[in-house]
């Protein structure tokens, strides 16, 4: 025989449970395959669309968030280094008094 | 409107699209003598008995694509009663009897491919793979056809799938290709691959 021929007898259709329609039937009554249009709130579209929203609003928060933190940083770095170049030029000031009272001293001292 | 009770026991086989190795009594319930296009719209409006009739013309073909794929009944069995439920989901979708028989079988193929590779079950289904009585094939050599069986089980799920589509469902590699969203040259492949794979499994065991 051939091996078309012993597949095709090999691979025949075998009987299903007698009994498959009824307990498909019951599984229905029992709820477990409402219709797609009967369906509740969870498959539907208003639902999905919803969910959609509340997703792009929490990006949306983070992202903003986000941006509020990065710039409070930036600012932050900003203030601090004026703070630097202030109290430099203090301290450049301060060295040159301190160096303009010292010279009367040592020129009185000769 | 069907007047058949949805619950009342019928074991049959009614109307089976083909046949099938073993026939079971036929009782006959309103239903089963109403057209399909009529069936098919009396199910869509919520007749139970009608839509009991459509599982049991199409029981045999599920349940047997489930069967030679999962090698295992009681594994077939349910996954025949989830393509049912989810047929019963759908049924606002289809249009016709041959829309409900391709959408059959692409679903029930497609659940059997993903409940093989969820379970990786080659080891699972030693013990319930021998033919029981009354379920055993028409064939010249049952022991052999058992044997060929096993050696398809043994085949990467799909290919084994296309395999049972060719050769359970006599299906065209077009037909195929499209039931399991598969390029036609794939499938070709599959089944020259799978061929040539079983030939050489036999002729090792000193077949053919």
Redesign the interface.
């Known amino acids: 025989m051939n091996m078309d021929q012993e597949l095709r007898d090999a691979l025949q259709r075998k009987q299903a449970p007698p009994d498959l329609a009824d307990r498909v039937l019951a599984r229905i009554n029992n709820g477990e395959a409402a219709p797609a249009s009967n369906r509740g709130p969870g498959s539907s579209g208003v639902f999905r669309w919803l969910a959609a929203a509340a997703v792009l609003a929490i990006a949306a928060g983070g992202a903003e968030t986000y941006y509020t933190q990065q710039q409070q940083a930036a600012e932050t770095a900003r203030v601090k280094q004026e703070l630097q170049v202030a109290l430099q030029i203090t301290n450049d000031t301060l060295a040159r008094v301190q160096s303009k009272l010292s010279q009367p001293a040592e020129s009185s001292g000769r | 409107m069907v007047t058949a009770a949805?619950?009342g026991?019928?074991?049959?086989?009614a109307l089976?699209a083909?046949?099938?190795?073993?026939a079971?009594p036929s009782p006959h319930c309103a239903a089963q003598d109403v057209s399909s296009p009529d069936l098919l719209t009396l199910a869509k409006a919520g007749d139970?008995a009608a839509?009991?009739v459509l599982?049991?013309r199409h029981?045999?073909?599920?349940?047997?694509v489930a069967?030679?794929m999962l090698r295992s009944r009681p594994a077939a069995?349910d996954l025949?009663?989830e393509v049912?439920?989810?047929l019963?989901?759908?049924?606002?979708r289809l249009e016709s009897d041959a829309h409900v028989v391709s959408w059959l079988r692409r679903v029930a193929s497609h659940r059997c491919i993903d409940e093989i590779r969820r379970r990786n079950h080659r080891q699972e289904f030693a013990t319930d793979t021998l033919p029981e009585p009354?379920?055993s094939?028409?064939?010249?050599?049952v022991f052999?056809?058992?044997r060929?069986?096993a050696m398809?089980a043994e085949l990467p799920e799909k290919a084994r799938m296309v395999?049972?589509l060719?050769?359970?469902e006599?299906m065209e590699p077009t037909e195929i290709a499209s039931a399991l969203s598969m390029p036609i040259n794939t499938v070709k492949s599959h089944l020259r691959r799978s061929?040539a794979a079983?030939?050489e499994s036999?002729m090792s065991r000193g077949r053919?």
């Not at chain 2, 083909?18 to 073993?22: G, H, L």
């Not at chain 2, 094939?137 to 050599?141: A, K």
């Open positions: 949805p619950f026991r019928t074991d049959t086989a089976p083909r046949p099938v190795a073993v079971a139970q839509f009991a599982i049991r029981q045999n073909m599920v349940f047997s069967l030679h069995e025949a009663q049912f439920l989810e019963y989901r759908h049924l606002s009354g379920h094939p028409q064939t010249r050599d052999g056809a058992e060929l069986q398809v395999v049972v060719r050769y359970q006599e061929i079983l030939r036999l053919v």
